[in-house]
C-alpha cells in the first residue's frame, strides 16, 4: 500500500497507547460490519485516507453525528461505504454516543511504496490526538 | 412526426468511467440498448504479468471487496491445475466452507439491501431500514454470521490474507469452528424467514430463453470444482472455456461482451446455478424453494432474490455440516514444486462463474493471466433482459420505467449494484 494505508498505520501507532477497553479494529471495503463494533459503543472514532482537493498530509476533523461530507462519499461499485454505514446505523439504532472521524489528505497510492513523509507525520498527529480523545472520554 | 424517447442513466461514478445505461426509442420501437460496464479485472492482468504465482490469491482478491474469496478460489485452483496437483480432504472441505461464508454475506446484503428496496418501493436499504427496521436488522445479523466465517478462515473479513496456493497459511481448531455454530443455527431460521418474505413480492411476468451456464460438480452443490455445463449441450471442463466461450470488442463500448461461441449470450449467477444444479440442493433447500413458488428451472430474472435466498440457506446447511464433520488437517497446505504451464480455474461467484487462466514460467512466475468475471459475461443478458423489460413497460412513464430498468439489472447483482442507487437520470424527449 502506499499513502492509502493511513488508515491502518494510524492504528499500528495506537498500540499500547490506549486503554484495554478501547478496541482497534481494521475495516476494508464493505463498512456494514462497523455496525457491530458500533452497538453498544461509547466512542468511536474513525480514520480513513481522503481524496478531497486539500494538501497532502492536512487532517480534517468532523463530527460523525452532524453529517457526511459530500466530497468524501465514494462511489463504491458494490459496496456499503462509511457514510452510507452512518445512514443505516442511524436507522436502525446502533451509533455510538459519539463518533468522530478523521480524514487524512493522501497523495500517492502505488502498491508498496510505504507511507509518503508528509502522510507519516499525519499519522503521528492523529494518532495522538486519539490518545488524547480516549484519555478525555475515560 | 418522429416521437424519439431517450433515456440515459449514468453513474455518480461517471468520474470513474464505471458504466451506464441508455435506451433510446424512436415511435415506440426499440432502436438501442446499451448497457456498459467498467472493468477493473482487465488492469489486474497486466498487473499480475511478473510477479510470484504466490501474489495472485492475494493481489486478485483485491479486485472485488464483496467476493474477494471467488477471486482467491479461481486463482489458487487455476495455479494447482498448473502445477498437477490438488488439495483434497479437511482443506478441501474449508474451501468450501470459506465460500459458504462469502455466499452469505454477499446474497444478504444484495437481498436485503440491494434488490429488496426495489420491491417494496424503497429509494435505498437505508430509506427502507427507516420503516422496516426488524427486518433489516435480520439481514445485517445474517450478513455478519458470513462475515464470521470469512473472517476466520480468511484471517479477516475483507480482502483474507489466509488462503495460498495449496490450501491455507493457518487452519482452524474445531474448537474455533464450533463456536461459529450457534449464531448460523439462527442464521438457517432466519434464511427460512427470508425466503418467506421475498417470495412475497410482487414481480413482473417474465419466462425467459435463457443459455443457464454453471460449474457442475456430479456430487455437490458447485463452488469450486466440476465441469463448466449449459442448460444447452455444454458439458466440458474448465480448460477448454475459450473454447467455448468468447470475448468480443463491441464498437459502442469499451467493455468486452461475453457469448458461447456461434450462438451468443449466457447467463451465470443463481438462477443458472439453480437451474443446473437443483437436485444437489439439500432437501431443505429444495422443499423451500417450491414451497416458495419457484419450478427447479426458474426463467424470470425477477426472482433472482428468491434463488439467492434459497442459496443463502444452502450455504448455511453445508458450512453447518462442514463444521460438524471438520477433522484438523495435519497440515495447513499441500506442498508443491512450481512449473511452466498453463492453469485453469472456473468457481462460482456469488454472481456468477469466474474464470482464471495462467501461464506461468519455470520458476512460477506468471507470464500471462485471463480473468473473466461473471458480470462481463451477464452483459450481453442484462441488455437483452433490458430490451424486453422496455417492451414490456413501453406505457410507463419515465421515472416508472427507469425503476424497473434499474430493477432488472439489479437482477444480476451486477459489480455495480450499489452505483445503480446513485444515479444521475436524464430524459430527453424530441
Same mark, same amino acid.
Given at each position: 500500500?502506499?499513502?492509502?494505508?493511513?488508515?491502518?498505520?494510524?492504528?499500528?501507532?495506537?498500540?499500547?497507547?490506549?486503554?484495554?477497553?478501547?478496541?482497534?479494529?481494521?475495516?476494508?471495503?464493505?463498512?456494514?460490519?462497523?455496525?457491530?463494533?458500533?452497538?453498544?459503543?461509547?466512542?468511536?472514532?474513525?480514520?480513513?485516507?481522503?481524496?478531497?482537493?486539500?494538501?497532502?498530509?492536512?487532517?480534517?476533523?468532523?463530527?460523525?453525528?452532524?453529517?457526511?461530507?459530500?466530497?468524501?462519499?465514494?462511489?463504491?461499485?458494490?459496496?456499503?461505504?462509511?457514510?452510507?454505514?452512518?445512514?443505516?446505523?442511524?436507522?436502525?439504532?446502533?451509533?455510538?454516543?459519539?463518533?468522530?472521524?478523521?480524514?487524512?489528505?493522501?497523495?500517492?497510492?502505488?502498491?508498496?511504496?510505504?507511507?509518503?513523509?508528509?502522510?507519516?507525520?499525519?499519522?503521528?498527529?492523529?494518532?495522538?490526538?486519539?490518545?488524547?480523545?480516549?484519555?478525555?472520554?475515560? | 412526426?418522429?416521437?424519439?424517447?431517450?433515456?440515459?442513466?449514468?453513474?455518480?461514478?461517471?468520474?470513474?468511467?464505471?458504466?451506464?445505461?441508455?435506451?433510446?426509442?424512436?415511435?415506440?420501437?426499440?432502436?438501442?440498448?446499451?448497457?456498459?460496464?467498467?472493468?477493473?479485472?482487465?488492469?489486474?492482468?497486466?498487473?499480475?504479468?511478473?510477479?510470484?504465482?504466490?501474489?495472485?490469491?492475494?493481489?486478485?482478491?483485491?479486485?472485488?471487496?464483496?467476493?474477494?474469496?471467488?477471486?482467491?478460489?479461481?486463482?489458487?485452483?487455476?495455479?494447482?491445475?498448473?502445477?498437477?496437483?490438488?488439495?483434497?480432504?479437511?482443506?478441501?472441505?474449508?474451501?468450501?466452507?470459506?465460500?459458504?461464508?462469502?455466499?452469505?454475506?454477499?446474497?444478504?446484503?444484495?437481498?436485503?439491501?440491494?434488490?429488496?428496496?426495489? =420491491?417494496?418501493?424503497? +429509494?435505498?436499504?437505508?430509506?427502507?431500514? *427507516?420503516? %422496516?427496521?426488524? &427486518?433489516?436488522? @435480520? /439481514?445485517?445479523?445474517?450478513?455478519?454470521?458470513?462475515?464470521?466465517?470469512?473472517?476466520?478462515?480468511?484471517?479477516?473479513?475483507?480482502?483474507?490474507?489466509?488462503?495460498?496456493?495449496?490450501?491455507?497459511?493457518?487452519?482452524?481448531?474445531?474448537?474455533?469452528?464450533?463456536?461459529?455454530?450457534?449464531?448460523?443455527?439462527?442464521?438457517?431460521?432466519?434464511?427460512?424467514?427470508?425466503?418467506?418474505?421475498?417470495?412475497?413480492?410482487?414481480?413482473?411476468?417474465?419466462?425467459?430463453?435463457?443459455?443457464?451456464?454453471?460449474?457442475?460438480?456430479?456430487?455437490?452443490?458447485?463452488?469450486?470444482?466440476?465441469?463448466?455445463?449449459?442448460?444447452?449441450?455444454?458439458?466440458?471442463?474448465?480448460?477448454?472455456?475459450?473454447? =467455448?466461450?468468447?470475448? +468480443?470488442?463491441?464498437?459502442?463500448?469499451? *467493455?468486452? %461482451?461475453?457469448? &458461447?461461441?456461434? @450462438? /451468443?449470450?449466457?447467463?451465470?449467477?443463481?438462477?443458472?446455478?439453480?437451474?443446473?444444479?437443483?437436485?444437489?440442493?439439500?432437501?431443505?433447500?429444495?422443499?423451500?424453494?417450491?414451497?416458495?413458488?419457484?419450478?427447479?428451472?426458474?426463467?424470470?430474472?425477477?426472482?433472482?432474490?428468491?434463488?439467492?435466498?434459497?442459496?443463502?440457506?444452502?450455504?448455511?446447511?453445508?458450512?453447518?455440516?462442514?463444521?460438524?464433520?471438520?477433522?484438523?488437517?495435519?497440515?495447513?497446505?499441500?506442498?508443491?514444486?512450481?512449473?511452466?504451464?498453463?492453469?485453469?480455474?472456473?468457481?462460482?461467484?456469488?454472481?456468477?462463474?469466474?474464470?482464471?487462466?495462467?501461464?506461468?514460467?519455470?520458476?512460477?512466475?506468471?507470464?500471462?493471466?485471463?480473468?473473466?468475471?461473471?458480470?462481463?459475461?451477464?452483459?450481453?443478458?442484462?441488455?437483452?433482459?433490458?430490451?424486453?423489460?422496455?417492451?414490456?413497460?413501453?406505457?410507463?412513464?419515465?421515472?416508472?420505467?427507469?425503476?424497473?430498468?434499474?430493477?432488472?439489472?439489479?437482477?444480476?447483482?451486477?459489480?455495480?449494484?450499489?452505483?445503480?442507487?446513485?444515479?444521475?437520470?436524464?430524459?430527453?424527449?424530441?
Amino acid at each position: 500500500m502506499g499513502d492509502d494505508a493511513a488508515g491502518p498505520a494510524v492504528i499500528d501507532r495506537l498500540a499500547e497507547r490506549v486503554p484495554a477497553s478501547v478496541a482497534l479494529v481494521e475495516s476494508v471495503g464493505d463498512a456494514t460490519h462497523l455496525l457491530e463494533t458500533w452497538r453498544d459503543a461509547g466512542l468511536a472514532i474513525i480514520v480513513d485516507a481522503v481524496v478531497s482537493g486539500g494538501a497532502a498530509g492536512s487532517i480534517h476533523r468532523i463530527d460523525g453525528m452532524q453529517g457526511f461530507p459530500s466530497a468524501w462519499r465514494s462511489a463504491s461499485t458494490h459496496l456499503v461505504g462509511l457514510a452510507e454505514a452512518i445512514d443505516l446505523g442511524d436507522a436502525v439504532g446502533v451509533l455510538p454516543e459519539v463518533m468522530v472521524i478523521y480524514g487524512i489528505e493522501i497523495d500517492r497510492v502505488e502498491p508498496g511504496v510505504g507511507l509518503s513523509p508528509t502522510i507519516d507525520q499525519a499519522v503521528d498527529e492523529v494518532a495522538a490526538g486519539i490518545v488524547e480523545l480516549c484519555r478525555g472520554y475515560a | 412526426m418522429t416521437n424519439a424517447r431517450e433515456i440515459s442513466v449514468e453513474y455518480l461514478a461517471r468520474v470513474e468511467g464505471e458504466g451506464s445505461m441508455r435506451v433510446k426509442v424512436v415511435d415506440d420501437q426499440i432502436e438501442d440498448v446499451e448497457f456498459s460496464i467498467f472493468e477493473p479485472p482487465r488492469f489486474f492482468e497486466a498487473f499480475l504479468r511478473g510477479r510470484p504465482h504466490t501474489d495472485a490469491p492475494d493481489i486478485t482478491a483485491r479486485i472485488c471487496g464483496i467476493c474477494p474469496i471467488a477471486y482467491q478460489m479461481s486463482s489458487v485452483h487455476a495455479m494447482e491445475d498448473a502445477f498437477g496437483f490438488t488439495v483434497g480432504g479437511s482443506l478441501r472441505e474449508l474451501r468450501r466452507l470459506i465460500y459458504c461464508g462469502e455466499w452469505i454475506e454477499s446474497h444478504v446484503l444484495h437481498v436485503y439491501l440491494l434488490h429488496a428496496p426495489d =420491491f417494496l418501493g424503497y +429509494e435505498s436499504g437505508i430509506h427502507m431500514a *427507516a420503516d %422496516h427496521r426488524e &427486518v433489516v436488522e @435480520r /439481514g445485517l445479523r445474517m450478513k455478519k454470521a458470513g462475515n464470521d466465517i470469512v473472517a476466520l478462515l480468511g484471517g479477516r473479513e475483507i480482502h483474507p490474507i489466509n488462503v495460498r496456493v495449496g490450501g491455507f497459511y493457518r487452519t482452524p481448531t474445531k474448537k474455533e469452528l464450533q463456536a461459529l455454530v450457534p449464531e448460523l443455527e439462527w442464521a438457517k431460521d432466519a434464511a427460512l424467514e427470508t425466503i418467506n418474505w421475498t417470495a412475497g413480492f410482487t414481480f413482473p411476468e417474465a419466462d425467459l430463453d435463457f443459455e443457464f451456464v454453471s460449474v457442475c460438480h456430479p456430487d455437490e452443490y458447485p463452488f469450486n470444482e466440476g465441469n463448466i455445463v449449459s442448460n444447452k449441450g455444454i458439458d466440458v471442463p474448465v480448460s477448454q472455456f475459450n473454447e =467455448f466461450f468468447t470475448e +468480443e470488442h463491441v464498437e459502442r463500448s469499451n *467493455a468486452l %461482451h461475453s457469448r &458461447v461461441r456461434g @450462438r /451468443g449470450a449466457y447467463h451465470v449467477g443463481p438462477l443458472a446455478r439453480y437451474a443446473i444444479n437443483f437436485e444437489k440442493l439439500t432437501p431443505l433447500a429444495q422443499q423451500s424453494a417450491l414451497d416458495a413458488g419457484l419450478e427447479p428451472v426458474c426463467n424470470n430474472p425477477f426472482k433472482s432474490i428468491i434463488v439467492r435466498s434459497v442459496e443463502t440457506l444452502y450455504a448455511i446447511e453445508e458450512a453447518l455440516r462442514i463444521i460438524d464433520e471438520y477433522e484438523e488437517p495435519a497440515e495447513p497446505y499441500v506442498s508443491y514444486t512450481p512449473k511452466a504451464g498453463v492453469g485453469h480455474g472456473a468457481t462460482e461467484a456469488p454472481r456468477g462463474m469466474l474464470y482464471h487462466q495462467y501461464r506461468l514460467h519455470e520458476d512460477g512466475r506468471i507470464a500471462d493471466a485471463q480473468i473473466t468475471p461473471p458480470t462481463a459475461q451477464n452483459q450481453l443478458t442484462i441488455e437483452s433482459d433490458l430490451r424486453f423489460v422496455l417492451e414490456q413497460h413501453l406505457d410507463l412513464p419515465d421515472p416508472e420505467l427507469t425503476w424497473v430498468l434499474e430493477q432488472s439489472i439489479r437482477n444480476y447483482d451486477p459489480c455495480i449494484s450499489c452505483a445503480t442507487h446513485f444515479l444521475d437520470l436524464t430524459v430527453e424527449r424530441v
